[in-house]
């Protein structure tokens, strides 16, 4: 159960870090983490959804299809 907790969150990660490269144009992760960490008070609500709608679909797609083999 635990693998299946782990696969997911992995996969989060990995969505989440090619959306940041398409978006922000990042090159390196130490920018990535400074993007963080920057406070959100400026911030549009769309760059949530955005992240929201062009990550959690893949990552659940990939993590059903995933969980299918493992189990």
Not at 28 to 41: A, G
Request: charged fraction near 10%.
């Amino acid at each position: 159960m635990s693998l299946i907790i782990i696969l997911f969150i992995v996969m989060l990660v990995i969505f989440s870090i090619l959306w940041g490269n398409r978006t922000f144009s990042v090159k390196t992760l130490n920018q990535m983490i400074y993007h963080m960490i920057v406070p959100c008070d400026g911030t549009d609500e769309g760059i949530f959804k955005d992240w929201f709608l062009n990550c959690a679909p893949p990552t659940f797609l990939t993590h059903f299809n995933r969980s299918i083999f493992i189990i």
